[in-house]
């Protein structure tokens, strides 16, 4: 990459700190501004080569992101997106640390080649899957309206009925019965108080996720791709539309052990001379997209018999190695849908056999 200048941004949420350095002569100078559109866009400007094509402005993911990015596509200038989690952020032992070391740090790293660059989803893409991260946060304060709630009656010696049967209709309607305004408590009923805000709580939380679902669904009705993987039985809505905002293009990724490691679901592995293991899942990637595959595998494995049949070849019949079957299935789904975007097919089930029967199985779950 031939470049004249690196510029590299520090972003923070009220003041951003730029390290421009020159690629030739590797001296650099700073300056810091106030983190916004007209701010960053007048830097930038000023700092461009005679040619905006020989310039590089780079930057840490971050909420910042977004915007920044189209802004410097705008400029017509080359920009690289970095994600921190990387061997080379990896800070140990230093004695400073400062904005102005994170942007030095990263004009470096740039000039060397060795940013990995992430991918940026368009801006109506990015917004789509805000809007499902967003429902994730409300489904999971429900869920926290729904622990305290359980906390309430624990405290005075209460039971409930166990899993979903508690928020039923019936079941809401026996909290309902002890609830009461907190203005009406004595010192005695505060409990009952408490467990009228966290229903009214619960109930906000619940009308909200409503009204995300049904705009969830009105666009994921002119999303091919997300009816397109709703064909697997066991795939929903939900389920499809994350798999879709987070792969995004499916022709990015070169194999289907890449889309696997993107989303967390391979092994680490450890060597050192003669000895070489693998552990868990490195967990690395979007953690909402793990979560849901693995949720979805759970289902899949009720309704397919090929899942069925998948899952007792790696449990082995042992109920012990269950879970990690079902985090190699969620693995197994997410290869599978990732095929279906790439080649635009919709899902066929298998006519004999366990699918893919004549394939290794990863090397974790055959060391376990």
């Not at 030095?104 to 991918?119: M, N, S």
Request: charged share 25%; aromatic share 4%; net charge positive.
């Amino acid at each position: 990459m031939s470049l004249a200048k690196i510029i590299a941004l520090d972003l923070g949420k009220f003041k951003t700190v730029c390290c421009v350095m020159d690629a030739a002569t590797r001296e650099s100078a700073f300056e810091t501004v106030q983190t916004s559109p007209t701010s960053l866009h007048e830097l930038i400007v000023k700092q461009l080569p005679p040619s905006p094509a020989d310039a590089l402005v780079v930057f840490e993911t971050c909420d910042l992101a977004g915007w920044v990015h189209d802004l410097c596509q705008g400029l017509g200038v080359k920009v690289i997106v970095t994600h921190a989690n990387g061997e080379a952020w990896q800070w140990r032992r230093v004695k400073r640390k400062t904005d102005r070391d994170d942007a030095l740090k990263l004009a470096k790293l740039a000039l060397l080649d060795q940013l990995g660059p992430v991918h940026m989803p368009s801006p109506d893409q990015r917004q789509r899957r805000r809007l499902v991260l967003h429902r994730r946060s409300v489904v999971s304060r429900r869920t926290q309206s729904r622990n305290a709630i359980r906390a309430i009656f624990n405290q005075q010696g209460l039971s409930l009925a166990k899993g979903g049967k508690q928020w039923t209709i019936a079941g809401l309607a026996q909290l309902r019965e002890h609830a009461r305004p907190l203005a009406e408590c004595d010192l005695a009923d505060l409990w009952r108080g408490r467990l009228e805000v966290e229903l009214s709580l619960m109930q906000a939380a619940d009308a909200q996720l409503k009204v995300l679902d049904a705009k969830l669904d009105e666009l994921g009705k002119h999303d091919a791709r997300i009816q397109l993987l709703q064909t697997v039985k066991g795939v929903g809505p939900r389920v499809a539309e994350v798999v879709v905002l987070h792969l995004d293009d499916p022709h990015r990724f070169k194999s289907a052990d890449h889309v696997a490691g993107y989303a967390g679901l391979v092994p680490k592995q450890i060597e050192s001379g003669q000895m070489s293991r693998f552990g868990h899942i490195t967990g690395r990637g979007p953690a909402l997209l793990r979560s849901m595959l693995v949720e979805a595998a759970w289902v899949v494995w009720r309704h397919n018999a090929w899942a069925q049949a998948w899952v007792a070849k790696i449990s082995r019949g042992s109920r012990a190695r269950r879970k990690i079957a079902m985090v190699a299935l969620a693995r197994k789904l997410l290869t599978m849908l990732w095929s279906m975007m790439k080649h635009n097919r919709p899902f066929q089930t298998p006519t004999s056999g366990p699918p893919m029967a004549a394939l290794p199985l990863p090397p974790m779950l055959a060391l376990a």
